[in-house]
């Protein structure tokens, strides 16, 4: 078992930063990837950035590429989202989840087993 913890969310104006943290505990040494999804109102939960395990390497939904970066501490077993130049359309409920099997699909929800309870980021325009 994987349990997740985000926090960071809340509430800044259009062109502002924010860095929401996701904090992982349990069997976290068998994971093969973390990533990032939000959910806005109305909307289907949708892919925003993802880092594997082995390598680092990262991937991020076109949307976002250029104005958000993941990143992880190992150290802490915390992973990163550093969001900057935030739209009103990049309010969202951001949850972070951990994939415990390689795939192929990383943008896809059922690449991953594990999710947080999400926390929520709003961008005033």
């Known amino acids: 078992q994987v349990q997740l913890v985000e926090s960071g969310g809340g509430l800044v104006q259009a062109g502002g930063s924010l860095r929401v943290s996701c904090a992982a505990s349990g069997r976290t040494f068998s994971s093969y990837v973390m990533g990032w999804f939000r959910q806005a109102p109305g909307k289907e939960r949708e892919f925003v950035a993802a880092?594997?395990?082995?390598?680092?390497?990262?991937y991020y939904a076109d949307s976002v590429k250029g104005r958000f970066t993941v990143s992880r501490e190992n150290a802490k077993n915390t992973v990163y989202l550093q969001m900057n130049s935030l739209k009103p359309e990049d309010t969202a409920v951001y949850y972070c989840?951990?994939?415990?099997?390689?795939?192929?699909?990383?943008?896809?929800?059922?690449?991953?087993?594990?999710w947080g309870q999400g926390t929520q980021v709003t961008v005033s325009s």
């Open positions: 989840a951990v994939g415990r099997i390689p795939r192929t699909n990383l943008k896809a929800t059922t690449t991953y087993d594990y």
């Open positions: 880092i594997r395990w082995s390598d680092d390497s990262t």
